[in-house]
């Protein structure tokens, strides 16, 4: 797709009110491809006033005909897939089958979740003598990351419209061109004119500008914790509604009756999946002591296939902090088994596929999200042990527990402090909700939980 070198705002494409660009590298050979404008307050602003304006008639649609509104959508999604595929691995690197499987084909199953859920959720019910209506919250402010560029921009905004809430977007500055691409697709699909607005910038200008603007009614961001928390404290001093999906540090928990070959090998997958860049990915592999040494030789030979077949990371900050990982994991007493600190390729933002052994719950690279190819594997004694250390961090966002049956890895689930946990290798469910405990965030995204997040409730007693 070529390039906007304007904002989206009222339905149109107008030019920016400052004259910054963003330039936009593709991080597998660091060369640029496109420039886009870097937002400022003053876009925010005109977004914010542009979405405001069409709240009101947005918000009094019937929820199907909005619901008829997220289906077109999801059906431009599915006709511009394949440029949607394109796009994301010339701007984010990702391996072009899976950003064909993954960040085109979950945002179209995503979407498609709220065109049904739109139709049919109860905005409306009798209890007792009082009708409750769940009613959109307004305006909201999402902001996203670049991780997962088009999913993460259709898990908040695919959900507001269905509230019926209207949306000014602030997306990630390393992946706008997709962002770029959703407008297109919504003004392509008849979405009314304010009800979706795109402004592109740095998240210290325009994202600030967005947190802060007093005609945002909800700020939800995807993003670290440590700007989590900055969002939080600046909704919170206005009394506004956040919704905050933050880092996390997730434990692949092995019990002595699993499957050893099949976890190790899915968990080794799960982690080199878009290049580590997953903020729910099972970086913590904990294995019983009796299997310890078996499962490092496995890890080993399952991270030595991803050699060649995972995408660089997205930029050259990232690709020197996640280096920076690795070494400070050598540093502290940890084995590489697999990988290392060096660069596999003289050009791009590339790091090899690293598993480290003999990883103490405390070490840094068992603590800390790396955000990068990055497994820690860890030895336990017993349960009670391999559940200390998995609820061993301020984080608590997804995770996954194998054994020989599911009512034992379910038992072992229960007892985690964490949002989402994957049983014996289950699949993604578009309507289960995502979201973590502790420092993982703040509320759910994703089917009916995630739909809730945008409404607030009102009741009348008769």
Known sequence: MKAHDGMYIGGEWRAAAGTDLIAVVDPADEQVIAHVPAGTAEDVDAAVSAAREALPEWAATPPAERAAKIAALRDVLVARKDEIAETVTAELGAPLPFS??????????????????????????????????????????????????????????????????????????????????FAEAVHEAGIPAGVFNLVTGLGPVAGQALAEHGGVDLVSFTGSTAVGKQIGATAGAAVKRVALELGGKSANVILPSADL????????????????????????????????????????????????????????????????????????????????????????????????????????????????????????????????????????????????????????????DTGQVDINGGRFNPLAPFGGYKQSGVGRELGSHGLAEYLQTKSLQF
Not at 154 to 170: F, H, I, Q, S
Not at 327 to 348: I, M, S
Not at 399 to 415: K, N, P, Q, S
């Open 100 to 181: 064909q499987a993954v960040h085109a084909g979950v945002p179209i199953l995503v979407a498609g979740s709220y065109a049904e859920l739109a139709a049919s959720y109860a905005f409306e019910e009798r209890v007792g003598n009082s009708t409750v209506y769940a009613e959109p919250v307004g305006v909201v402010g999402a902001i996203t990351p670049w991780n997962y560029p088009l999913h993460q921009i259709v898990a908040k905004v695919a959900p507001a419209l269905a509230a019926g809430c209207t949306v000014v977007l602030k997306p990630a500055e390393d992946t706008p061109l997709t962002a770029q691409l």
């Open 261 to 416: 070959a099949k976890a190790v090998g899915v968990g080794i997958a799960n982690v080199m999946g878009n290049s580590g860049q997953t903020c729910s990915a099972w970086t913590r592999m904990l294995v019983h002591t009796s299997q310890y040494d078996e499962a490092i030789a496995l890890a080993a030979e399952a991270a030595a296939k991803y050699g060649d077949r995972i995408g660089p990371l997205v930029n050259a900050k990232q690709h020197a902090r996640v280096r920076g990982y690795i070494e400070k994991g050598v540093a502290e007493g940890a084995r590489l088994v697999a990988g290392g600190p060096d660069a596999p390729r003289e050009q791009g933002y590339f790091v090899s596929p690293t598993v480290f052994a003999d990883v103490t719950p405390e070490m840094t690279i068992a603590q800390e999200e790396i955000f990068g190819p990055v497994v820690s594997i860890i030895r336990y004694e017993d349960e009670d042990d391999a559940l200390r250390i998995a609820n061993g961090t301020v984080y608590g966002l997804a995770g996954a527990v194998w054994a020989g049956d599911d009512a034992e890895a379910v038992a072992f689930a229960r007892r985690m």
